[in-house]
């Protein structure tokens, strides 16, 4: 689809959010069609985890969106799908790609919400493609069980913060979510909740920097729980690490069942953005060092840069890989 003014931040960059919804919307369309595709009880898919994407390129306003999607792997109760994204100036024809991503999705049964179908196996060309698809599926087994794990931070307010510190920067949204929010099965669609996470992250980015801002990339997004139709979600934002160039903002979704639910609040989404700050000719500026003031800030710092250098030495060996072809 083409991409509109309200797609779009006031320098014209369409926001990372506003993609990250397309690219689920594509998965979730491709993961139930294929989950329906034989006789049985009808399904849903629901997203449970979208890997590391990076936003290669911006794209603007005026420009189309091709998203195109593709199941790569399933096993017994999940779908693994790649979804790559492509603008197109429609006046000089100019394509180029934008993201990358993979998504996991698990089919919930119409009839209930909590129970969760198998997948029909898909044909692979290759034997070795299977053996990959189940190791990429154990390792983000794995890496969602410890991220649960480690679930138990809050964002709490602070009284007068000194400028690029945590505290300064720091936001959250609250938002009732309604029938419009949601699937079929009346929990929220995950492209919704991304794009009010990433909402958030570019408004801690933006106070923290004082500049335009855009999404560099995600790091993988884990929905450890639905979250019901009625539910009020408190979307919470803080500045984790930075380099020269960039900054690293944990994010993360806690919903309040409202309406007929005794249940206490919970942790239902988990995440990493990372962004960069441009100058009005779209030209990277440098960040602002983030000034840490409390034991849990500098342990945060650290985790965040040790991400940072295992990202930058993947991408390096990546190019040097690219350029030995």
Do not use: C, F, H, Q
């Given at each position: 689809r083409i991409m509109r003014p309200d797609d779009a931040n006031i320098a014209g960059n369409v926001h990372g959010g506003t993609i990250l919804k397309m690219i689920e919307e594509a998965g979730a369309i491709i993961s139930t069609r294929h989950c329906n595709s034989q006789a049985g009880e009808p399904s849903v898919a629901a997203l449970a985890r979208v890997e590391r994407t990076d936003f290669l390129s911006p794209m603007c306003i005026g420009e189309v969106a091709n998203v195109s999607a593709e199941i790569t792997y399933t096993s017994r109760h999940s779908v693994e799908v790649q979804v790559n994204?492509?603008?197109?100036?429609?006046?000089?024809?100019?394509?180029?790609?934008?993201?990358?991503?993979?998504?996991?999705?698990?089919?919930?049964?119409?009839?209930?919400?909590?129970?969760?179908?198998?997948v029909p196996p898909i044909q692979y060309a290759r034997k070795e493609q299977e053996d990959e698809g189940k190791k990429r599926y154990e390792e983000q087994k794995?890496?969602?069980?410890?991220?649960?794990q480690r679930n138990g931070d809050v964002i709490l307010p602070v009284i007068n913060p000194e400028p690029h510190t945590v505290g300064y920067s720091q936001s959250s949204l609250i938002h009732l979510v309604g029938p419009s929010d949601c699937t079929l099965l009346g929990f929220v669609h995950g492209g919704v909740t991304m794009k009010l996470m990433d909402e958030v992250a570019g408004i801690v980015a933006a106070r923290h920097c004082k500049t335009n801002i855009v999404t560099a990339s995600v790091d993988a997004i884990n929905f450890h729980e639905k979250i019901k139709k009625g539910c009020v979600i408190t979307v919470s934002g803080r500045m984790t690490f930075t380099s020269n160039k960039s900054m690293e903002i944990e994010v993360f979704v806690d919903a309040d069942p409202f309406v007929d639910e005794p249940r206490e609040r919970y942790r239902a989404v988990s995440a990493f953005f990372t962004y960069v700050s441009l100058s009005k000719e779209g030209k990277p500026l440098p960040v602002p060092q983030l000034l840490t003031e409390t034991e849990d800030e500098k342990r945060r710092f650290e985790e965040g840069k040790g991400r940072y250098l295992q990202t930058k030495a993947k991408r390096q060996a990546q190019m040097q890989q690219a350029a030995q072809q």
């Open positions: 994204v492509m603008s197109e100036n429609i006046l000089t024809g100019a394509k180029k790609v934008t993201n990358k991503a993979t998504l996991w999705y698990v089919p919930l049964s119409l009839k209930n919400v909590n129970k969760v179908l198998e794995l890496d969602r069980l410890e991220t649960k």
